[in-house]
């Protein structure tokens, strides 16, 4: 038994192993012999990161695009073949209202799927953006948007295991009134030299 230690950068190696038997005195001698098994390691592997580009540093207001970025990368030596990826979101706050590259599902039931956005080569990436709109304000508690992908290698290559990442988002209903009233004199004209007030409030 061995672990893989490092990629073979798709080179087969060659493990050897030998044998000297001996035989009884007076027997005739048999010589030595080696015998081979080849093999090859692959590091396959990936990276998916999401962030959110717009709004950025504050929270996003009521009615304003929010919108997020997912990058899947191939980190490893072994191409990814397909590259599915969902996006999970929560419709009481975003309001899912189109993507790059497009998708067909635009239902806004909570998640929005693209088949396949590979192939990926070695070291290639490939970058979604997806666009909300704020739908209702998250009172002051940050929500999270939830990206997986779930990519597949070549028959003769090592799987990759599923990975999820995540972005998170708050949104705010900023807002106020301004209103101005004359409080005295009320309903009639006011006299010369007589003290009018006014009141102004911002709620």
Known sequence: HFTAFATSSGNDRTNVVATAPTTPPGEPPVPPSTNIAPYDISSAGYTL?????????????????????????????????????????????????????????????????????GPLPVGAST????????????????????????PTTPPDAPPVPPTTNSAPYDISSAGYTLAKVRTSPVGRAAQVGEAVIFAVTVV
Do not use: H, M
Not at 87 to 111: F, I, R
Not at 133 to 140: E, W
């Open 127 to 150: 970058t979604l953006v997806v666009n909300f709109t704020a739908f209702a304000s998250s009172a002051g508690v940050d929500r999270t948007n939830v990206v997986a992908t779930a």
């Open 49 to 117: 990161a999401k962030v959110r580009t717009s709004p950025v540093g504050r929270a996003a207001q009521v009615g304003e695009a929010v919108t997020f970025a997912v990058t899947v990368v191939n980190t490893g030596d072994v191409a990814l073949v397909t590259v599915p990826v969902s996006d999970t979101y929560e419709t009481a706050y975003l309001t899912y209202t189109g993507s790059v590259p497009a998708t067909v599902d635009n239902s806004n039931d909570g998640t929005i799927s693209w088949t396949d956005v």
